[in-house]
């Protein structure tokens, strides 16, 4: 299967700041896939994108295909963007997840 | 609109003693999905359904059956439970273009003693 890596794998912002995620996958594939998981365990979808840049209010999201990464950045952060970001490479109509970057931001 | 809703949301098993996990979804999406995430770790796929009545392994599938009967449910069986099969388990679904993305159930946490 696909080995996907996710950089760092813990990150400490101060309320404000901006932050810039990693994930790197060792294939092809079809998709990539962006989700939060909240303090609850909740996983909620970000992103979707196979290539590219797509942008969500203070979130953006870059798939380079051809290199096989991605990169999720969060400008202004939150409190509330605290918890555990995944990455999930598709292909074959299976997804392979990251280990997450867990990222912490304080008031 | 439920989405996807796991059943139970909790349970706590003693070693060996069996039990299903019921998946459904109102969105009529082919694809469904059942992970399980340990601490510290991203989601594994156990099994998978490219629709109703077909099923597949994933990365981790010793220990679990599962059954599409019906297309809008995805059960995932563990028949004798053991104590590494503690975990959360996720179950998600999709429709059948790769453009398409999973959407995911809250979870449920099995701990088996």
């Known amino acids: 299967g696909i080995q996907v890596e996710q950089s760092p794998p813990d990150l400490i912002l101060q309320e404000g700041a901006n932050s810039t995620l990693r994930c790197n996958f060792s294939?092809?594939?079809?998709?990539l896939q962006w989700f939060h998981q909240n303090p609850w365990g909740q996983l909620i979808n970000l992103f979707y994108?196979?290539?590219g840049t797509k942008q969500n209010g203070r979130l953006s999201a870059t798939t380079v295909a051809t290199e096989r990464y991605s990169l999720l950045y969060i400008s202004s952060s939150q409190t509330t963007d605290s918890g555990v970001y995944f990455c999930a490479a598709y292909n074959f109509n299976k997804f392979y997840f990251g280990s997450g970057t867990k990222l912490n931001v304080k008031p | 609109n439920a989405g996807v809703t796991q059943t139970p949301k909790f349970r706590v098993l003693k070693t060996g003693q069996s039990m299903t996990l019921l998946c459904a979804q109102d969105m009529n999406h082919e694809y469904m999905y059942w992970y399980r995430q340990d601490p510290g770790m991203g989601l594994r796929l156990i099994h998978y359904s490219v629709g109703e009545g077909t099923t597949a392994k994933g990365e981790v599938p010793d220990g679990y059956n599962v059954s599409r009967l019906k297309k809008q449910n995805f059960l995932l069986g563990l028949e004798s439970a053991a104590p590494s099969q503690t975990s959360v388990y996720f179950c998600?679904?999709?429709?059948?273009?790769?453009?398409?993305?999973?959407?995911f159930g809250d979870g449920t946490r099995l701990s088996i003693l």
């Open positions: 294939d092809s594939v079809n998709n």
């Open positions: 994108i196979p290539s």
């Open positions: 998600a679904s999709r429709e059948g273009l790769p453009s398409q993305p999973q959407h």
